[in-house]
């Protein structure tokens, strides 16, 4: 029974860290952007979401569509603004570019995070019981999160997949010269993207700190977290990604309860270092 708690405990997290993964995995797929700032974004989501609850003392999960669509929007602006002029101008060397300028773009919001809301560690006292099975025990929290954020990478997957504005991304991802001879409006799929995948990573921010304390400088971990899980899982490759955020979810659970908080913490770069050792190919974009 233990090793079955484990892996429910383990694929329950691995739902929230598909949501995690996919926002960023959604703009690299279409834009060929490493978005730096995307452990920041879920950062100071989280945060909102502990400022907004504290305030009004409603639900943690109202704070999700609030969250999204106020970074769906900024981040609609930021690509037409920023993003866009610099892949324009790059060049050769406009992937390169981006990442400088959403390098600098994270370290803009971690100190509007720090100034907004401080320094400290906080998270959101959210459903602190369990529902019990048997022998399992399943924290309400965990379920909530893990469903939530499940069930809004499940419909990202749907809309690419089944309606046409999700095709035409995913036509732009794969070939943009194509998409434009057969009539799709690539800057504005481009637009779509990066809205989509910013507004999807703050609401994994508002999830994730129901479950776990939440300060600015956590950014770089949640960066990591991302980018562990796009490795694992193939860059572009949307199952992929999300297969391999349910497997480091239950490895974590595992060396959580064997080895202890540090060894959940460090595996992460564990896995980082051996892909980019064994697997240097995971990198590229799968086409």
């Known amino acids: 029974m233990l090793a079955l708690q484990l892996l429910v405990n383990g694929v329950l997290l691995g739902g929230l860290y598909v949501l995690v993964a996919q926002s960023l995995n959604l703009i690299f797929g279409v834009m060929g952007v490493v978005n730096l700032a995307h452990g920041a974004v879920i950062a100071l989501a989280g945060l909102f979401t502990y400022w907004f609850t504290a305030q009004t003392g409603a639900s943690p999960l109202l704070a999700v569509p609030i969250a999204f669509v106020a970074a769906a929007l900024a981040g609609a602006v930021g690509q037409r603004l920023l993003i866009e002029p610099v ?18 773009l994270s370290y803009i919001l971690i100190e509007l995070a720090l100034q907004l809301f401080g320094a400290d560690f906080v998270s959101v006292p959210y459903l602190q019981s369990s529902w019990t099975l048997g022998s399992l025990a399943f924290g309400k929290a965990l379920v909530v999160a893990g469903a939530f954020a499940a069930g809004m990478s499940a419909l990202l997957y749907l809309w690419l997949n089944h309606t046409m504005s999700g095709k035409a991304l995913l036509a732009a991802s794969q070939s943009p010269t194509g ?14 993207a990066f809205a989509i995948g910013v507004g999807l990573a703050a609401a994994a921010g508002a999830l994730v700190i129901v479950i776990m304390p939440v300060a600015p400088q956590t950014a770089a971990d949640l960066n990591l977290l991302a980018f562990v899980i796009i490795a694992l899982g193939g860059l572009g490759d949307y199952v992929g990604v999300a297969i391999a955020a349910v497997l480091l979810g239950i490895a974590q659970s595992v060396a959580g309860y064997y080895l202890g908080g540090n060894a959940e913490y460090v595996l992460p770069y564990v896995l980082l270092l051996a892909v980019m050792v064994a697997l240097p190919g995971r990198f590229r974009r799968v086409r």
């Open 87 to 104: 892949m324009r101008a790059g060049g050769s060397k406009s992937e390169l570019l981006s990442l400088i300028v959403t390098f600098g």
């Open 179 to 192: 998409a434009i001879c057969c009539g799709i409006d690539v800057a504005r799929v481009r637009v779509t």
